[in-house]
């Protein structure tokens, strides 16, 4: 039986989409990236291309070091913190997610943290990191020498490992963290919050310039909480807080009259929470939206 470039191209989409998302850290510009690379391919000769899946993945992997480029110039000028766009993984967007090591590879805090790399070490960190491609692989892929990106693997780990090293409880706590955290901020509790967060947390919100938020990260326990109290006077009579796993981990969803508004993900030190990322940015939860709508219709 023929199958159709179609038919071809969707068996790895799941898998392009994934490694597009994590080089950028942003799902709408991976759906782009992935749809430039069918229409590659559909314009290709199929009886030159041999491997395909790794036929695509280099062209998914140029697509994205290309936009790499113009990313950095263009978050230089951004409003306020940038932070990924979150995306819903219960679905398995991102594939499947069985391990810690597997869960923390999409998570919110290490996609900043591979922003400190340059487009080629986000690359070969990447491709080692999360899809297991070994060297000599990388280097057909990025039509480097096999030295050469051993050296950039190991730069980029080192990079991303000076960061003071992450305590990550198990899932189950995390989730009961998460489920107190939600409770807490229901009820207005801002001692129930306080046991919650670290002396030193980090408040960061993303609203890209289009939501009224913090332009600058929120530092420290109590200047959080009176934040935090801010947000509960303004937005709590209308707000629902849901709970919802985010790249991997997890995380909670704010509806205000209905519409996704805010998600936001949790990083750990010693039990506390010692870093929250919201991301409000209309533009970065649209993929979100999407997801959830898929869902309630399903």
């Given at each position: 039986m023929t199958t159709t470039v179609a038919d071809d191209f969707e068996t790895h989409r799941p898998r392009l989409f994934g490694l597009a998302y994590r080089m950028l850290g942003s799902a709408h510009e991976a759906e782009d990236v992935v749809q430039d690379a069918y229409l590659r391919y559909s314009g290709a000769d199929r009886a030159e291309i041999g491997q395909l899946?790794?036929?695509?993945?280099?062209?998914v992997t140029n697509l994205c070091l290309n936009r790499l480029t113009s990313a950095r110039v263009r978050r230089e000028t951004y409003v306020g913190?940038?932070?990924?766009?979150?995306?819903?993984?219960?679905?398995g967007t991102l594939g499947p997610l069985e391990s810690a090591e597997q869960r923390e590879a999409v998570s919110l805090a290490l996609l900043v943290l591979l922003e400190r790399l340059t487009p080629t070490e986000r690359a070969v960190y990447v491709l080692r990191e999360a899809f297991g491609y070994a060297h000599r692989e990388i280097a057909q892929l990025l039509e480097l020498t096999e030295a050469n990106c051993r050296q950039l693997h190991r730069r980029a780990v080192k990079r991303i490992s000076a960061e003071e090293t992450r305590f990550t409880p198990t899932p189950e706590r995390q989730r009961r963290?998460?489920?107190?955290?939600?409770?807490?901020?229901?009820?207005g509790d801002l001692a129930g919050l306080e046991k919650l967060l670290a002396q030193d947390v980090v408040w960061s919100s993303d609203g890209g310039g289009k939501?009224?938020?913090a332009l600058r990260p929120v530092l420290g326990r109590e200047?959080?909480?009176?934040?935090?109290?801010?947000?509960?006077?303004?937005y709590g009579p209308t707000w629902?807080?849901?709970e919802a796993e985010i790249n991997g981990e997890p995380g909670v969803l704010v509806h205000a009259d209905g519409a996704l508004i805010a998600v936001i993900a949790f990083e750990y030190r010693e039990d506390r929470i010692v870093h929250a990322r919201a991301v409000m940015s209309p533009e970065k939860l649209d993929f979100a939206r999407r997801q959830l709508s898929a869902q309630d219709d399903d």
């Open positions: 899946g790794a036929w695509l993945a280099k062209v913190p940038w932070l990924p766009e979150p995306v819903v993984t219960a679905d963290l998460v489920t107190s955290f939600l409770g807490a901020a229901r009820d939501v009224r938020t200047k959080v909480l009176r934040f935090l109290a801010g947000l509960a006077q303004k629902e807080l849901a």
